[in-house]
């Protein structure tokens, strides 16, 4: 579609449509759930007369979520949900080629990103779709006036329900919000496989090293710490493994993995990944023991896992070695490297989460804005998990997908599980 209307935006450059709306196409083949969802839209229209502000990563994934959004009756404003994840042919796309309001451009400042945050919550949304909850956060804090018009939510990741718990466990959440990374059917396929193939493809298109034989340090062990591990031991990669719960410690022994401490990996790592949500994973102590050449990337949301102000610190320069690699020279003489500024590697210095997993998330987050607007009244300002009836639904419409079929229990069977007294 050409829009007639001028549409709201702030784009890179217009002239990337075309090639924007050919990848976006080439995701939508390996959205299938997501294809089916948007043919119940068009004729159910969920969304009808409903606003939504969406703070997603601006890729060929998430504008094929945008477009079954919008053809479910929404009118959509996107602004990206980190200053480095735009792909720009995608922002220019959605806007020329799709008529939806979109703000972002990729390698934006931190002001620009704030600022097109802002324009997307000019739409005055009466739904949020976040990734990491910055949205959220600005309509309690510096938006609040807006609040009101609210109905209800849905957050992509995992940092971000974390910060959602905390406010409604402080009782200031203003809206009910559905974690659609609660949902089966998101974390266990997005965070693992696709974070774990995104991040080393992420981190190879920076770096062009050869991961094989290497010592790769993955700090987390949660479901994107495994997904890394897994490929890049799969890669002839010899993978650490550091982390803060014993469970998860123990899981990763048993998976065949070494575990030890950061302060031991540090001079032994030769590319570390941060995969944790928490902050200052790797400081200073451990900047002090790194091998001169280490690589350090972070896969997790925030762009604080690595304490980058520090190692800057230490710097006696800084320059660009490759698009996406930082070389600090420390004043000891050793070279450290840091990707992507230490943001989200897989969608700094590539292409994210691949289309086939994303269709899952993404059909999580169709049908939680649908679910959001059918039972907003009834719910309270709370962070709720995706119903489950969605997340099976999503499964089965997945494996239909895949031509797969898979067995159903028999009556006699439905009862043995059903019953308490039949043991043998
Ligand atoms: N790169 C992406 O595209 C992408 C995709 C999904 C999620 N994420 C983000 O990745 C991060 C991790 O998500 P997840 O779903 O794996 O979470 P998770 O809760 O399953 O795992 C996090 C793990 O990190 C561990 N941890 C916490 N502090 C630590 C420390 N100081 N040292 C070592 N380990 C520590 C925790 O014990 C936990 O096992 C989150 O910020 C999430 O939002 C990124």
Not at 7 to 14: H, P
Not at 171 to 199: C, E, M, W
Not at 360 to 376: I, P
Request: net charge negative; glycine share 8%; with cysteine.
């Amino acid at each position: 579609m050409n829009a007639t209307a001028p549409i709201a935006c702030d784009v890179k450059d217009m002239a990337l449509a075309e090639s924007g709306k050919r990848r976006i196409e080439w995701a939508a083949q390996s959205m299938p759930v997501l294809a089916t969802i948007r043919k119940q839209f068009i004729k159910t229209q969920p969304l009808a007369g409903m606003r939504v502000a969406a703070c997603l990563h601006v890729t060929t994934e998430t504008a094929n979520l945008m477009i079954t959004l919008r053809d479910g009756g929404a009118s959509i404003a996107l602004c990206a949900s980190n200053p480095l994840s735009t792909q720009d042919d995608v922002a220019a796309a959605l806007v020329r080629e799709y008529g939806i309001a979109t703000f972002a451009i990729k390698g934006e400042s931190n002001d620009v990103y704030y600022s097109h945050l802002n324009s997307a919550l000019d739409s005055a949304p009466q739904i949020t779709m976040d990734d990491g909850a910055d949205v959220v956060t600005l309509l309690h804090t510096k938006r609040k006036d807006l609040l009101p018009k609210v109905i209800g939510g849905t957050e992509e990741t995992t940092t971000g329900v974390i910060r959602l718990r905390a406010m409604a466990k402080e009782g200031i959440l203003g809206y009910p919000i559905v974690a659609v990374n609660d949902a089966l059917t998101k974390h266990l396929f997005d965070n693992r496989y696709g974070t774990g193939q995104s991040t080393l493809d992420g981190i190879i298109r920076a770096t062009n090293v050869l991961l094989a034989g290497l010592n790769v340090v993955v700090a987390g062990y949660g479901w994107c710490g495994r997904g890394v591990a897994m490929r890049a031991r799969g890669m002839g990669a010899n993978v650490i493994v550091t982390e803060i719960d014993p469970t998860k410690a123990i899981e990763a022994i048993m998976d065949g993995f070494r575990v030890m401490t950061m302060h031991e990996a540090a001079p032994i790592g030769d590319v570390f990944v941060t995969v944790t949500g928490n902050k200052n994973v790797i400081a200073r102590d451990h900047f002090e023991k790194l091998k001169s050449g280490a690589i350090l990337s972070n896969s997790g949301h925030f762009n604080c896992e690595i304490d980058l102000e520090t190692l800057g610190s230490m710097a006696s320069s800084r320059r660009e070695a490759r698009p996406f690699v930082e070389e600090f020279a420390i004043r000891d003489g050793r070279k450290v490297y840091v990707l992507g500024e230490g943001r989200l590697i897989n969608l700094a210095a590539a292409e994210g989460h691949p289309a086939s997993v994303m269709d899952m998330s993404f059909a999580n987050q169709a049908l939680s804005a649908e679910f959001m607007v059918k039972n907003h009244a009834t719910l309270e300002k709370k962070v709720y998990s995706v119903p489950e009836e969605l997340d099976k639904q999503v499964a089965k419409m997945k494996l239909e997908s895949m031509g797969v079929q898979i067995d159903r229990l028999t009556p006699e069977q439905e009862e043995y599980l059903a019953s308490w007294s039949e043991g043998t």
